[in-house]
Each structure stands twice: as structure tokens, then as C-alpha cells.
T-cell receptor
Framework: EDQVTQSPEALRLQEGESSSLNCSYT??????LFWYRQDPGKGPEFLFT???AGEEKEKERLKATLTKKESFLHITAPKPEDSATYLC???????????FGKGTKLSVKP | SAVISQKPSRDICQRGTSLTIQCQVD?????MFWYRQQPGQSLTLIAT?????????ESGFVIDKFPISRPNLTFSTLTVSNMSPEDSSIYLC??????????????FGSGTRLTVV
């Protein structure tokens, strides 16, 4: 069964304290892995797409990496405005839709 | 990237009634999806809205409960029928495919927060 597991469920950081979020997956025929940010009361905001093991993408303080079994979202020197829920999702080769993990709720304190 | 307008943004409804949610996209898109996000949970796909044909529903979701229309490549509606408190969720429209500007990813609407009392 295709599955996406994110850890930790919640993460509290001090401003400037770097850390990583994990997304492990089991899926038949991975077509792509996606990271989204979701703020309360809003829809998910697209961050990155990763297609193959070894691929990396960066955007400001965020860096996403991908292996054959998991993906990491590294947050370097986070700021309070990075506080949000970060969602990981996978797309199967034969399907158009995404399968989401439950997310990691990140809180960054000043 | 594609811009999605989803209406209403929130509603409080009586049990037994129905609510229709609209999703308007500013460009023609191939794929359009409807998701549900229950409190404290992640997103679950309800159905894929197909232009010119019936929607394709995921296991656990049926057309009588969640009828979907997609009359063209820029618009779709999802109706939540005969509502019960268990239908209280956030409902999200999503689009993907060529021209959506998300490097193969999917764009989401801002969601409809539904509370059934």
C-alpha cells in the first residue's frame, strides 16, 4: 500500500536554530515528491518538486533532498515567519493525484 | 502559476442540507481535483473532475454524496449533499498539468471551511 509518513508531527525551534523535517514513503512507481507549506485557514502553497534520488532544490532558507526511501526538508536559520505546517506528498506513476502525509507543524520562536 | 478562486471560503450549514463549492481557474487546466482535509488530518482525495465526463471517485467517496460538475477547462463544482456533522472539514480544489507553473506540482485553492451543525 502506498504510504507517506512525516516526522516529527510537531517541531519547536528558536529563531536561527537549523533543523530537518523527514518524509519517508513507500510508493509503486514514484513519479514525483512534493513539498508544500500550509498556513492556518489557507490552502497548501507549493514549494518544491523532486523527481529522482540525489536531486536537491533550494529556496531561501529551505532545501529539499530526495533518496530512494525518504526526503528531507532542511531549514537553515529559520525565522518566525517560517512557522507553518509542512506537507509532503507523492505522485504515483500511473495516477495524476497526490498522496499526502499528515504534515509537520513547525513553530519558530523569536 | 495558475490562480484559483474558490467560493465560499467558509459556511455553517444545517444537517440534511447541501452546499455547492465553486472552483474557478484563471487558465485552462487539464487536471482538476477535489480534496478533503478533516480536522487535524492531512489531505484526502475525493475525486478527479473530468471535463466532459463523469468524475472519477476514490474509494470511500460516492457520486450521490459528492456530485461534481466540470463543464469546461476552467471551472468545477463540488456539492456536499445531505450533510451531517461528520462532513465538517476543509474542502480544497487543486489543479495540475501544463501551464500551471508549479514545475509539475499542483496548485491549491484557499479552501472552503465547512461546519455542519
Amino acid at each position: 500500500e502506498d504510504q507517506v509518513t512525516q516526522s516529527p508531527e510537531a517541531l519547536r525551534l528558536q529563531e536561527g536554530e537549523s533543523s530537518s523535517l523527514n518524509c519517508s514513503y513507500t510508493v509503486s512507481g514514484l513519479r514525483g515528491l512534493f513539498w508544500y507549506r500550509q498556513d492556518p485557514g489557507k490552502g497548501p502553497e507549493f514549494l518544491f518538486t523532486l523527481y529522482s534520488a540525489g536531486e536537491e532544490k533550494e529556496k531561501e532558507r529551505l532545501k529539499a533532498t530526495l533518496t530512494k526511501k525518504e526526503s528531507f526538508l532542511h531549514i537553515t536559520a529559520p525565522k518566525p515567519e517560517d512557522s507553518a505546517t509542512y506537507l509532503c506528498a507523492v505522485q504515483r506513476g500511473s495516477q495524476g493525484n497526490l498522496i499526502f502525509g499528515k504534515g509537520t507543524k513547525l513553530s519558530v520562536k523569536p | 502559476s495558475a490562480v484559483i478562486s474558490q467560493k465560499p471560503s467558509r459556511d455553517i450549514c444545517q444537517r440534511g442540507t447541501s452546499l455547492t463549492i465553486q472552483c474557478q481557474v484563471d487558465s485552462q487546466v487539464t487536471m482538476m481535483f477535489w480534496y478533503r482535509q478533516q480536522p487535524g488530518q492531512s489531505l484526502t482525495l475525493i475525486a478527479t473532475a473530468n471535463q466532459g465526463s463523469e468524475a472519477t471517485y476514490e474509494s470511500g467517496f460516492v457520486i450521490d454524496k459528492f456530485p461534481i460538475s466540470r463543464p469546461n477547462l476552467t471551472f468545477s463544482t463540488l456539492t456536499v449533499s445531505n450533510m451531517s456533522p461528520e462532513d465538517s472539514s476543509i474542502y480544497l480544489c487543486s489543479v495540475g498539468g501544463v501551464g500551471t507553473g508549479t514545475a509539475g506540482g499542483y496548485t491549491f485553492g484557499s479552501g472552503t471551511r465547512l461546519t455542519v451543525v
